[in-house]
């Protein structure tokens, strides 16, 4: 069995960064996979801006 873990993430703007990567790192050092990376918004030029990062870990029994 799984256990699942959604995180939200904007990719940043004009004066701010995107922190998907170091989400991304830090979750798999927890023992997390990265299953899916969804997006949820979009700008007016049809870029992504807001997702939705999708992680699964097993369930020890």
Request: proline share 2%.
């Amino acid at each position: 069995m799984y256990e699942y873990k959604y995180v939200n993430c904007s990719m940043g703007g004009i004066f701010t960064g995107d922190n998907h990567q170091k989400l991304i790192d830090e979750h798999a050092a927890e023992g997390w996979r990265l299953i899916q990376i969804l997006p949820l918004y979009y700008t007016l030029e049809g870029r992504g801006k807001d997702f939705e990062i999708i992680f699964e870990r097993k369930i020890e029994e």
